[in-house]
């Protein structure tokens, strides 16, 4: 516990240098640590090419393996991350609002750095640079615990970037990596109140939920993605084949990735075996209602458990509905919030679910994979917010500040 007292003290410490850098300096860093990963690509897919290899003997998943895994080409779209984000416009000290008092006091909500935001997260070397660079363009230190899956990954990683931060004559702890990947190690950081001001996690339903019922520290909860594509009566069926095969297919393993699929039942009889046909080209698992089953024969049965299930793999859950209000209630009972998808050519119902579709993104006519924070224009994210306070959907810049009241006046009392 004191190890990672002093880690935190050290990133709190960090954190209030960090909110004295200014835009230029800040920029110049992250060029740099985009320059140092580009640098040493080599060394990345060394450390990552273990960690890999190590999964595999453990009997991790494909799916999760391709989490895992780096290229030199997500390597350098990491890179190119951080120089998106640091073109951007920085948020520390943007006056979002001013108010000009009766009395004569002008007040000015200003955009704040959180301070200290604590990242827990699993097989995803990927998020130790995007949360880096986040927190650091944001002004926030980041106190950062990634799964044992990816630490020879992170620890490279993370070396670089604090590296990079050296050269600059800035100071490294503003990104501070857990060395201790044990799950005594998450409780304790979840526990550090006062020295941690955020904690975010990103990873699996259990991860998440651990994390809720756990922290001492508030939590911005980052949600699983039990997306569902929608296709409606009124859609155009390759269209739909289209959106269905890239938001189920494109990357499984990943939380804006389709886990359902609902069919209204005038089109299920003709998209159906398109999209299985389709879906087929990668070796998707289907699990169907019975009128799923009556169209597509040999599929598995769905469950309870089915329209549930975050698989973040090849398989599938199916359901055909008689009307896009029975496929707006099946989405209110079985989505986490993330992403939804409705195809169709109607207006009125495309109006409909908008409306009446309760996650942070929800999509007509487009793939669910969109949900990102590069896709959006953020450079990157430090995760997917499926909460209502203070953040929802892919958090960037402005969602990892806070603001305060400046208040200036000329000897007013009350």
């Not at 800040?26 to 060029?31: D, E, F, I, T, V």
């Not at 920085?90 to 604590?118: A, C, S, Y």
């Not at 494109?250 to 046909?277: G, I, M, T, W, Y």
């Not at 509905?321 to 409705?342: F, K, L, N, P």
Request: proline share 4%.
């Amino acid at each position: 516990m004191e190890h990672l007292q002093d880690m935190a003290l050290r990133a709190k410490k960090a954190a209030r240098q960090l909110a004295l850098y200014d835009t230029g300096t800040k920029r110049r860093a992250l060029h740099a640590m985009a320059q140092a990963l580009e640098s040493n690509i080599p060394a990345i897919l060394q450390a990552n090419s273990r960690d890999v290899e190590l999964a595999r003997e453990n009997g991790v998943r494909e799916a999760m393996i391709d989490r895992l895994t780096l290229t030199k080409e997500r390597i350098l779209a990491m890179a190119q991350g951080a120089r998106d984000v640091a073109a951007l416009p920085d948020p520390v000290g943007q006056v979002m609002e001013t108010i000009q008092r009766p009395n004569g006091l002008h007040i000015e909500k200003v955009r704040v750095p959180l301070g200290v935001i604590g990242i827990i997260y699993e097989a995803r070397p990927n998020v130790t640079v995007d949360s880096a660079v986040l927190c650091f363009q944001s002004g926030n230190a980041a106190f950062l615990r990634g799964g044992k899956e990816a630490f020879r990954s992170n620890t490279k990683l993370a070396e670089l970037l604090r590296q990079a931060l050296e050269q600059q004559g800035l100071c490294p702890d503003c990104i501070q990596l857990l060395d201790d990947t044990s799950r005594q190690a998450a409780t304790e950081m979840m526990g550090l109140r006062g020295l941690i001001d955020v904690l975010i996690p990103r990873g699996g339903a259990g991860l998440i939920r651990s994390v809720l019922e756990n922290a001492k520290v508030p939590v911005i909860e980052t949600g699983t993605g039990n997306c569902h594509v929608y296709v409606d009566r009124a859609a155009d069926l390759q269209m739909a084949e289209n959106i269905l095969y890239n938001a189920k297919c494109s990357r499984p393993s990943v939380c804006n990735a389709a886990e359902s699929l609902l069919v209204h039942q005038d089109v299920a009889a003709e998209f159906l075996p398109r999209a299985k046909a389709r879906l087929d080209q990668s070796a998707v698992e289907w699990r169907g209602c019975p009128r799923t089953q009556a169209i597509l024969p040999g599929i598995a049965p769905a469950t309870v458990e089915d329209y549930a299930t975050e698989y973040n793999d090849y398989i599938l859950s199916c359901k055909v509905v008689d009307s896009i209000d029975q496929a707006i209630q099946h989405i209110r009972r079985y989505s986490t919030g993330h992403s939804e998808c409705i195809v169709t050519q109607d207006e009125q119902a495309a109006r409909q679910f908008a409306a009446q579709v309760d996650a942070a993104a929800v999509y007509i006519n487009a793939s669910t994979r969109f949900t990102d924070g590069s896709e959006f224009g953020m450079g990157a994210e430090i995760g997917i917010s499926t909460q209502k306070m203070h953040a929802r959907g892919p958090m960037g810049l402005q969602e990892l500040t806070s603001w305060k009241y400046v208040v200036h006046g000329n000897g007013q009392v009350r």
